[in-house]
């Protein structure tokens, strides 16, 4: 092969050199920070930082700005990739917004970026303050970037939130390419060539590194397994809840290079690169979405309905800090991430929106009260981009969901007359979970859905779903069987509604009965009421 058409490593140096690492440093390769005795004052000052940020501050602050993380790990394949110089990689801005973020792992993100990105391609480092109260983070901080001269600090004038913030680093951009980050990441070698080589091949192509995780804890680097086959992807649930899970399975037998992009239903949404004319083209984002929560889901339904494409490339790999929840307060508390969530309902769902309001009866409210704002522009825009519909997306980019009916053929609480009881599950530990069984209960209820395909789905988790063994009197709440390519619901799952209201199980052939105040299938009667059942 002609090694002359590809970039020397050379051409791809980045614009500082790391300083000499001790590799007995805290957390030096991307290791945990080591435990050790504290005193009170320490003790004291690693609380304080966790109530600030939500992950350990102590900890962060005392690793070095510079740290390497060892050894690359990545596959083979990515080690070998080469790019090539014609047509060449574009330049790119690397947009990071930050709220009160501390100072080390801010200029950690930083420095990481500057010691990695070829310094041909990187035009600028734009560091967006979203109106931080943090002295810190004021003059300090000016003061500190001067010297680093690539690095640029913009301010919101007021606290918007981190759409707003992007734009307004969007606007002062240089680059071809924008690079979205968050301001508590560190980047492994090599991240940015495969996603800015990738927008060369397809310059309708968002696409996000795989996230490592930077533990909150101990602020060690999940680094990459060669070894490690299963990839992950974005999903999204009916609440419009972002979420990850396993590619699936024939996807991850056919892939044969690991420099081959994953096609991701939605992205994460912090880290990502994307040619900056396309991004103006199809729509930047929803300017009115303010603060945090959404403008992902927003943005991966707009990409693909719209003919993009959003991807994960597995060459490019990134840390970032994932914590276990919200460091800031919102003003209005998280009306507002409710209220970003229905104006991308109210855009991009078309009638599925009425799924996700019944799983999320404040964003039903606000659906209701019409309090989500003014949308008219964005609809406009997916007019004027001839964008498919919902539909299209559910079938071509996410056919493995579980797509609910619009609306079910009976939705309600489910009142058993004889005992006036309803059927009510609790959530076990705070998530939906199976119960093997469950009693009827007179002071409260939940919302099931009679759904086209028969079952009994419980409307605010919508995976599960009333389930009755066979040979088993007590029924339970398990996970529902149908879901995305599976067309057909289990018998033990049916339950045929007659005119008598009986819920008849095809499975058993038995109803849907209260005795003794549990919920158990017996013999169909038909002058029961203690099987008869309500939807109200
Ligand atoms: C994830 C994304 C994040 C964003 C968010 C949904 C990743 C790794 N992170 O949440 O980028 O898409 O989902 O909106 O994909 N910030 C502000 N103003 C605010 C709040 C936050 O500037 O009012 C900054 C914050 O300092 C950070 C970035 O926005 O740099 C993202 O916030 P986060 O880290 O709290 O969000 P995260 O990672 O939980
Ligand atoms: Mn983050």
């Given at each position: 092969m002609n090694r002359a058409g590809f970039y020397t490593e050379e051409e791809l140096k980045p614009h500082l050199q790391r300083p000499p690492q001790d590799p007995g440093a805290p957390g030096a390769g991307g290791k945990p920070f080591g435990k050790r005795r504290l005193s009170p004052e320490e003790r004291k000052e690693k609380i304080d930082g966790f109530n600030k940020t939500q992950f350990n501050q102590f900890a962060s602050d005392r690793i070095s700005l510079h740290r390497d993380l060892g050894e690359d790990t990545r596959h083979p394949d990515c080690l070998k990739q080469r790019f090539q110089r014609c047509p060449g990689l574009p330049t790119t801005s690397v947009i990071i917004v930050f709220y009160n973020e501390a100072w080390s792992t801010l200029l950690r993100t930083v420095y990481s970026v500057l010691h990695s990105a070829p310094a041909a391609l990187l035009t600028e480092i734009l560091l967006v303050d979203d109106a931080s109260t943090e002295d810190h983070l004021k003059t300090r901080l000016d003061d500190f970037v001067r010297q680093l001269n690539i690095v640029r600090v913009l301010r919101q004038p007021e606290r918007k939130g981190l759409i707003t913030a992007r734009l307004m680093g969007v606007q002062a951009a240089q680059g071809e390419v924008l690079t979205f980050m968050d301001s508590h990441c560190e980047c492994f070698p090599g991240w940015l060539e495969p996603l800015l080589a990738r927008i060369v091949e397809r310059p309708a192509a968002v696409v996000s590194p795989r996230i490592s995780t930077i533990d909150?804890?101990?602020?060690?680097l999940k680094k990459p397994d060669p070894n490690w086959l299963y990839h992950v992807r974005g999903n999204f649930n009916w609440k419009l809840q972002f979420g990850w899970e396993l590619i699936p399975e024939e996807e991850r037998k056919e892939r044969t290079n690991e420099t081959h992009p994953i096609r991701t239903p939605t992205f994460a949404g912090g880290l990502f690169s994307i040619s900056k004319s396309y991004f103006q083209h199809i729509g930047t984002y929803d300017e009115q979405m303010e603060f945090w929560g959404g403008e992902n889901l927003e943005m991966s339904f707009r990409v693909w309905q719209c003919g993009g494409q959003i991807e994960i490339i597995p060459c490019s790999v990134v840390g970032h800090i994932f914590?276990?929840?919200?460091?800031h307060s919102f003003p209005r508390g998280n009306t507002m991430i409710t209220r970003n969530l229905v104006r991308l309902a109210e855009v991009w769902m078309d009638d599925y929106k009425f799924a996700f309001y019944r799983s999320r009866r404040q964003a039903n409210l606000t659906f209701l009260q019409n309090s989500y704002g003014d949308v008219s522009e964005r609809r406009k825009l997916r007019k004027r981009l001839k964008c498919q519909n919902f539909s299209w997306y559910l079938r071509?980019?996410?056919?493995e969901a579980y797509v609910p009916d619009i609306r079910p053929v009976k939705y309600g609480k489910l009142l058993n007359v004889a005992w006036k009881c309803y059927l009510y599950v609790k959530k076990t530990k705070n998530k939906w979970k199976p119960v093997p069984e469950f009693k009827c209960n007179t002071a409260a209820a939940q919302y099931f859905e009679y759904t086209s395909r028969k079952e009994l789905r419980l409307s605010i988790s919508n995976l599960l779903c009333l389930h009755a063994t066979r040979g088993r009197a007590r029924v339970s709440l398990d996970f529902c069987r149908l879901k995305g390519r599976v067309t057909a619901a289990a018998p033990e799952q049916v339950w045929i509604y007659t005119e008598n209201n009986k819920l008849k199980n095809t499975s058993s052939g038995k109803c849907l009965t209260v005795s003794q105040g549990t919920v158990i299938v017996a013999a169909c009667k038909s002058n029961q009421v203690n099987q008869t059942w309500d939807f109200l």
């Amino acid at each position: 092969m002609n090694r002359a058409g590809f970039y020397t490593e050379e051409e791809l140096k980045p614009h500082l050199q790391r300083p000499p690492q001790d590799p007995g440093a805290p957390g030096a390769g991307g290791k945990p920070f080591g435990k050790r005795r504290l005193s009170p004052e320490e003790r004291k000052e690693k609380i304080d930082g966790f109530n600030k940020t939500q992950f350990n501050q102590f900890a962060s602050d005392r690793i070095s700005l510079h740290r390497d993380l060892g050894e690359d790990t990545r596959h083979p394949d990515c080690l070998k990739q080469r790019f090539q110089r014609c047509p060449g990689l574009p330049t790119t801005s690397v947009i990071i917004v930050f709220y009160n973020e501390a100072w080390s792992t801010l200029l950690r993100t930083v420095y990481s970026v500057l010691h990695s990105a070829p310094a041909a391609l990187l035009t600028e480092i734009l560091l967006v303050d979203d109106a931080s109260t943090e002295d810190h983070l004021k003059t300090r901080l000016d003061d500190f970037v001067r010297q680093l001269n690539i690095v640029r600090v913009l301010r919101q004038p007021e606290r918007k939130g981190l759409i707003t913030a992007r734009l307004m680093g969007v606007q002062a951009a240089q680059g071809e390419v924008l690079t979205f980050m968050d301001s508590h990441c560190e980047c492994f070698p090599g991240w940015l060539e495969p996603l800015l080589a990738r927008i060369v091949e397809r310059p309708a192509a968002v696409v996000s590194p795989r996230i490592s995780t930077i533990d909150h804890n101990d602020l060690k680097l999940k680094k990459p397994d060669p070894n490690w086959l299963y990839h992950v992807r974005g999903n999204f649930n009916w609440k419009l809840q972002f979420g990850w899970e396993l590619i699936p399975e024939e996807e991850r037998k056919e892939r044969t290079n690991e420099t081959h992009p994953i096609r991701t239903p939605t992205f994460a949404g912090g880290l990502f690169s994307i040619s900056k004319s396309y991004f103006q083209h199809i729509g930047t984002y929803d300017e009115q979405m303010e603060f945090w929560g959404g403008e992902n889901l927003e943005m991966s339904f707009r990409v693909w309905q719209c003919g993009g494409q959003i991807e994960i490339i597995p060459c490019s790999v990134v840390g970032h800090i994932f914590r276990l929840k919200n460091p800031h307060s919102f003003p209005r508390g998280n009306t507002m991430i409710t209220r970003n969530l229905v104006r991308l309902a109210e855009v991009w769902m078309d009638d599925y929106k009425f799924a996700f309001y019944r799983s999320r009866r404040q964003a039903n409210l606000t659906f209701l009260q019409n309090s989500y704002g003014d949308v008219s522009e964005r609809r406009k825009l997916r007019k004027r981009l001839k964008c498919q519909n919902f539909s299209w997306y559910l079938r071509n980019i996410y056919p493995e969901a579980y797509v609910p009916d619009i609306r079910p053929v009976k939705y309600g609480k489910l009142l058993n007359v004889a005992w006036k009881c309803y059927l009510y599950v609790k959530k076990t530990k705070n998530k939906w979970k199976p119960v093997p069984e469950f009693k009827c209960n007179t002071a409260a209820a939940q919302y099931f859905e009679y759904t086209s395909r028969k079952e009994l789905r419980l409307s605010i988790s919508n995976l599960l779903c009333l389930h009755a063994t066979r040979g088993r009197a007590r029924v339970s709440l398990d996970f529902c069987r149908l879901k995305g390519r599976v067309t057909a619901a289990a018998p033990e799952q049916v339950w045929i509604y007659t005119e008598n209201n009986k819920l008849k199980n095809t499975s058993s052939g038995k109803c849907l009965t209260v005795s003794q105040g549990t919920v158990i299938v017996a013999a169909c009667k038909s002058n029961q009421v203690n099987q008869t059942w309500d939807f109200l």
